[in-house]
Structure formats: C-alpha cells, structure tokens
C-alpha cells in the first residue's frame, strides 16, 4: 500500500503559485519524500525530492514539515501544462521498489 | 537525456496469445523496471531488475516474466495474456547511484 495521502484533486488558477500537501505520517528516518507528476498517458516525470530541508529546483519547491510527516509541492507559477495527476512518493534512497499512490488530479484554471 | 523506448505503444492481441514488449534504454543505467498502471489502482511495479542476470519481483508479479541479458535491454513477457492484463505498461530505468527514475513512453496493451 501506498504509504502516503493525497486530495484526489485540486484546481489552480493559471498564474497562481500552486499548492499541492501530501501526509507521511509513517514516514521512517531514511526515507526520502519524491514528487512526480504524469500528464494525461504519458510516462511519470520526476519533480523533486528531499529528506528534510527544503528544496528548490527549476520546477518546484518542496517543503517539508519539521517532523517531516507531511510535506508540499509548490509550482510558483502555474500554467496550463502543469495540469496532471501529482504523485508524492515515499521511498528509501536508491530502493528501486517504489509505490505509487493515486495521487493528485491538478486543474489549472485559464 | 536519459532515453527509454518501448515497443509496440499499443497492441491489442487475444486470450493466450504470447507477446513480448520490449524496453530499451541508451544510458547504460543498471536498473530497470516495468509497471502497470490502470484506473483507480496508480502504477504498480511487475519486476525490476539491478543488473544484468539479476531480476526480482515486484507487487503484481503474476502472469509476467522478465529476462535481462544484457544491460540496455528489458523485456517484458507475456506467456499467456489473459483479459486482466490490459493495462497501460511504463518501463523505467535509473542509475545506481542515481535517485531518479527516468520512465518511458508507455504501452496500451488491450487482451480480447
């Protein structure tokens, strides 16, 4: 079972900085927290990942909580081609044996 | 880039039939993988394989066999396709100190 919750979906204004929360509550100390997203049928493309810091990259921010038992996708500034289905992903550095969940269903809204 | 092709992208075939789809990858990645994905259930990992002659099972290993002879390629086998296996396939590659899987363009396999 996937070892993370998720909203099945949200809506976003295009433009607008979305937010996308995940829970981990079971979270162990040598997991990483990932992010991918899929668009429509195509193969899942990687987001992010930390353990726990913050992290930035050219496509999102990821902020984990201190406890490190829920985290957040942020796209600063969403558009129309960030509407897909987001997956947070628990998993042990390097452990090819990952579980998707069901993710999150993003709309962005023109 | 990291480049993972998959043949065929779609297939429909009957009860019993044997196929193959086979996944290829240019990076000389170590591991690879196959996942099935279907509606309300998410991706969920068949086998993966860490090297060459090393394979292991995923969560929904049935029905499926693998083989890994040599490093950029990863086959998938259907030795008797059944109905319950029409499913969107996705085969995934990464290196082994890589924290990334980079995945492929998928197969929509449809068994009458």
């Known amino acids: 079972d996937a070892k993370t919750t998720q909203p099945p979906s949200m809506d976003c204004a295009e433009g607008r900085a979305a937010n996308l929360p995940c829970n981990h509550s079971?979270?162990?100390?040598?997991?990483?927290v990932y992010w991918y997203r899929q668009i429509h049928s195509q193969g899942p493309q990687y987001i992010i990942h930390?353990?726990?810091n913050n992290e930035t990259n050219e496509m999102a921010s990821l902020i984990i909580t201190e406890d490190r038992k829920s985290s957040t996708l942020i796209l600063p500034h969403a558009t129309l081609r960030d509407t897909a289905v987001y997956y947070c992903?628990?998993?042990?550095?390097?452990?090819?044996?990952?579980?998707f969940g069901k993710g999150t269903r993003l709309h962005i809204l023109p | 880039e990291a480049q993972v092709t998959q043949n065929p992208r779609y297939l429909i075939t009957v009860t019993g039939k044997k196929l193959t789809v086979t996944c290829s990858q240019n990076?000389?990645?170590?591991?690879m993988s196959w996942y099935r994905q279907d509606p309300g259930l998410g991706l969920r990992q068949i086998y993966y394989?860490?090297?060459?002659?090393?394979?292991d099972k995923g969560d929904v290993p049935e029905g499926y066999k693998v083989s890994r002879k040599e490093k950029r390629n990863f086959p998938l086998i259907l030795e008797s396709p059944s109905p319950n296996q029409t499913s969107l396939y996705f085969c995934?590659?990464?290196?082994?100190?890589?924290?990334?899987?980079?995945f492929g363009p998928g197969t929509r396999l449809t068994v009458l």
């Open positions: 930390g353990l726990k």
């Open positions: 079971t979270i162990s100390g040598n997991e990483y």
């Open positions: 990076m000389n990645h170590e591991y």
């Open positions: 995934a590659i990464r290196t082994r100190e890589g924290d990334t899987q980079y």
């Open positions: 992903i628990v998993r042990v550095d390097r452990d090819d044996k990952i579980i």
């Open positions: 394989s860490m090297n060459v002659e090393v394979t």
